[in-house]
């Protein structure tokens, strides 16, 4: 106690004898945070702008040596001729198709293990937690190439059984990872007391901690989806059969050609991150809570 | 609730602690593990043994050979190319994140009009897919109407358009520029939450002390902030190293090899090369950096949980 007085006396009798340095501290800090801000709300937005420039642009316009840093003319031009010459609508669909069901089976799959983990005391359980955390960051560059000659021995190259098996490789992990964190955060107590009051394990978990950790369960949905959605490596060299093919390699097939029609593929860029971008601002709060419960894959 | 309590049958002393349940902990953990050993596990046991034959796309029989997929790669030297690509690649990519990031959150951690909105937009390059933010990078560097050579040769700064992608130097900081542009918001997202952890009384003592705010920076936020620093280094450090999409779009690990890392070299063997083990023995080889890095990470979550 005394020492809090003690802080604010002295704290009052520093702001009293030098104003002036204090002010000019606060100049400085400010200048200094806007600089850094400014730098990197350039950086970042431009590449964006660039892109909806692009996008927007009447496609022939995108190759002429007279580029404009402003929008001259607005048109969906680009994006009709993206429908028309390539499958875009079909490979988004697949795209939608296989990340939805890897992350619905990764959320339900993840969310018992990470209660079992989180919640449930047994022999080796530190060990396992630790297995789950190596297969989170374990990289996809070693296991890529044995997963394509297993799913080709099985037939389930260019099949989308294939494509959400190899999502699961990720999801899982990364759900129960997640969700373990979360569910630890949780207190003890609330379950405790609902032992104590009768219930049983089951009953505690479905009707105490899960409705606690929906938040939790929410951000790892969103980031399970995210990363299925935006997934590029086993996309790109497990599905070649452009009737099946997800965006990854679809959207690749427009820029692996002689000539790049830019125009197309920035309103393909852009159709490609609108479902993310979307979901990242309508559930910012889950977003940002699911972060600051565990690391998250970047 | 005193009366029910008493019921059970736990000394009073002791406070009533969750029963150990391993029956129903198992059971719950099952279709994970075993999901994951047959997704992670098994073919990781594949890669291993892969690495270990003369295995070919097309054809069925794969002869034991040993070591020699990995003295052929070891003894030549495109492979040892790659590895400073990658240490050049990772290291600078990382660095470079660390500081962006870090100043990002410093920044955005302190009292600001729309703050919600520059966080927001500061964690977008982070959200979108790796192959948007490629293409989109790919279009500026470009050298027919990329606008970065628009700017540059419209100030009079360069004659001819520069060649981002096909010159070796070039290329390289080219690929580490998407992939800092792409990672950053990471750091800073992580950095922002550690950032609540530093006390406020801290800072305090350290302005009653007459610290300067670079002062403060240095002993009281750095140190604060370094056992998160740590931990989100060593996991970008591990996904930089995994990396692909940005470099095989980009430059497809040329001009030459001058940007080639081990994913993409896996893949250009494997793949494209058709040599199933051989390639597959350049991902294995990145298993003794990954077991270091992963030491080491372990370490540093460890301390933290148990300082929390």
Not at chain 2, 17 to 35: E, F, N, S, T, V
Not at chain 2, 85 to 104: D, P, Q, R
Not at chain 2, 124 to 132: Q, S
């Amino acid at each position: 106690m005394s020492e809090t007085a003690g802080g604010i006396a002295a704290r009052s009798a520093s702001r009293v004898a030098a104003p002036n340095s204090l002010r000019h501290e606060l100049i400085l800090k400010r200048v200094l945070q806007w600089s850094v801000l400014g730098t990197a709300l350039v950086a970042v937005v431009f590449p964006l702008y660039w892109m909806l420039l692009t996008a927007f642009d009447p496609p022939t316009l995108s190759y002429s040596s007279k580029i404009s840093l402003l929008p001259k003319q607005l048109t969906l031009a680009a994006f009709s001729q993206l429908l028309r010459e390539y499958d875009f609508l079909l490979w988004m669909w697949n795209s939608a198709f296989v990340a939805i069901i890897s992350t619905l089976l990764a959320v339900l799959v993840g969310t018992l293990a990470a209660y079992s983990l989180a919640r449930l005391r047994y022999p080796g359980r530190g060990f396992l937690a630790g297995t789950f955390f190596l297969a989170y960051i374990f990289p996809a560059t070693l296991l890529v190439v044995p997963v394509f000659v297993i799913l080709s021995v099985l037939g389930l190259t260019d099949d989308y059984i294939g494509l959400v098996m190899s999502y699961l490789i990720f999801t899982v992990p990364f759900c129960t990872w997640m969700l373990r964190a979360y569910l630890t955060s949780i207190p003890p107590e609330l379950e405790e007391a609902a032992l104590v009051d009768g219930a049983n394990r089951i009953q505690a978990m479905l009707l105490i901690i899960l409705p606690l950790a929906a938040p939790g369960v929410a951000a790892a949905t969103i980031f399970a989806f995210t990363l299925s959605w935006n997934e590029y490596l086993y996309a790109f060299i497990l599905m070649t059969d452009s009737t099946k093919m997800t965006l990854s390699p679809g959207m690749t097939k427009l820029v692996f050609g002689d000539i790049f029609l830019w125009g197309m593929i920035m309103s393909g860029a852009t159709l490609m991150s609108l479902p993310v971008v979307i979901l990242y601002f309508v559930a910012q709060r889950f977003v940002v809570s699911g972060l600051t419960a565990g690391s998250v894959k970047g | 609730m005193a009366l029910r309590t008493a019921s059970v049958p736990v000394p009073s002393t002791r406070r009533f602690r969750l029963p150990r349940d391993a029956a129903l902990g198992y059971m719950l953990l099952a279709p994970a593990a075993l999901l994951l050993l047959l997704l992670v596990g098994y073919p990781f046991l594949t890669a291993v043994v892969m690495s270990l034959q003369r295995k070919l796309i097309g054809q069925a029989e794969a002869p034991f050979i040993g070591l020699g997929n990995y003295v052929a790669l070891l003894t030549d030297p495109v492979f040892w190319t790659v590895v400073r690509n990658v240490l050049i690649f990772a290291g600078a990519s990382v660095a470079l994140k660390l500081v962006i990031g870090t100043a990002v959150a410093l920044a955005l951690n302190e009292s600001m009009p729309a703050r919600g909105i520059v966080r927001s937009v500061m964690i977008l390059p982070w959200a979108l897919p790796t192959l948007v933010a490629v293409l989109i990078w790919m279009w500026m560097y470009s050298d027919v109407g990329g606008v970065f050579n628009h700017v540059l040769m419209g100030t009079g700064l360069v004659e001819r358009p520069v060649l981002f992608l096909s010159d070796p130097v070039l290329a390289m900081i080219s690929v580490i520029v998407v992939n800092v542009w792409r990672g950053f918001p990471f750091f800073t997202i992580t950095l922002l939450a550690g950032l609540q952890s530093v006390g406020s009384d801290q800072y305090d003592a350290a302005k009653v002390d007459g610290a300067d705010i670079f002062a403060r920076f240095r002993h009281v936020t750095l140190p604060g902030l370094a056992p998160v620093m740590a931990v989100v280094t060593l996991l970008s450090t591990i996904f930089t190293l995994n990396d692909f999409a940005i470099i095989w779009l980009l430059t497809r690990g040329g001009p030459g090899n001058a940007t080639d890392v081990l994913s993409t070299l896996t893949y250009k063997v494997a793949i494209r090369g058709l040599e199933l083990g051989k390639g597959v023995a350049v991902s294995v080889l990145m298993l003794p950096l990954l077991i270091v890095l992963i030491v080491l990470l372990t370490r540093f979550i460890n301390k933290r949980e148990d300082a929390g």
